[in-house]
């Protein structure tokens, strides 16, 4: 059902206890492309090519190649946006528990929200196959390719590709954050990737209200108790204001 503006401020304004789950939708306006949707990366690539672990076993030499070619560039570049923004001004006026993200873009720390769960783990960092080394993205060498790490084992990005666990630290924390909310901001996501999805429908079950900020319906639209329709950097800072005003 679609809501407007100031029906959302009022359930915002009442809630004791927000929090946030994030998707590619709300870094669109930063410049990234999300992968479902109307100029998502799936409309020109098959997601098994390059997102899949199984892709990656087999040949992490074409799928670096993918990835860097399609996404190191655009996410360096990128910036936060208004929505971002508007969540960072929600969690410093105490307005926002916490941020669930499923992207790896790293633009809700640069926005300046302390309090981010990184589901699917973070392009910025890289580790290793084999002795499990960390490292900034910043220190990829890239004349050949895979990358190789000093032990001799392959890197590959700290993200979570299709066909692997979250980390449990990352699930345990969310799962928390979903069952003791009494409302999330579903904002940015198609709401089509498990586990993710479930979180949502966790805090459905516990009673929370589920408020989506989206231009399209998602399948969690018919048991959201509103949608505000339209894109996150325009309707979130409006609504941030509604509420602080
Ligand atoms: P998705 O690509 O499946 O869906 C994107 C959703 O965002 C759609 O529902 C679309 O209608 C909505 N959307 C588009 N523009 C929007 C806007 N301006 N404001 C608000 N919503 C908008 O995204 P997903 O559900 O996050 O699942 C995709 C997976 O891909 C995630 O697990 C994520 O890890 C990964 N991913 C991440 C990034 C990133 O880090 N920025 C980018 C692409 C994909």
Not at 64 to 91: F, G, Q, S, Y
Request: glycine share 8%.
């Amino acid at each position: 059902m679609e809501i407007s503006l100031e029906k959302a401020a009022e359930l915002l304004k009442k809630s004791r206890n927000t929090v946030a789950l994030t998707g590619a939708g709300i870094s669109v306006e930063s410049g990234i492309p999300p992968f479902r949707g109307k100029g998502g990366l799936w409309e020109t690539m098959d997601p098994m090519e390059f997102a899949h672990i199984r892709a990656f076993r087999n040949n992490p030499e074409k799928v670096w190649d993918l990835l860097l070619r399609t996404m190191k560039d655009v996410l360096e570049k990128a910036r936060p946006n208004p929505a971002h923004h508007a969540l960072a001004d929600m969690e410093k006026t105490g307005k926002l528990e916490a941020i669930i993200t499923q992207n790896i873009d790293g633009l809700h720390q640069a926005a300046g929200n302390k309090k981010v769960i990184e589901f699917h783990g973070s392009f910025a960092r890289i580790i290793c196959t084999d002795c499990h080394r960390s490292l900034p993205i910043q220190e990829l060498f890239l004349e050949e390719l895979p990358p190789l790490c000093t032990c001799g084992g392959i890197l590959r990005p700290d993200c979570v590709f299709f066909g692997e666990n979250i980390p449990e630290d990352a699930l345990y924390t969310a799962q928390e954050y979903s069952i003791s909310c009494d409302l999330m901001l579903v904002i940015g996501t198609s709401a089509e990737v498990w586990p993710a999805a479930d979180l949502p429908r966790m805090a459905k079950n516990r009673s929370a209200l589920i408020l989506e900020i989206n231009p399209e319906p998602t399948s969690l639209t018919p048991i959201s108790d509103g949608l505000l329709r339209g894109r996150a950097g325009e309707l979130l800072p409006q609504l941030v204001a509604r509420v602080q005003g």
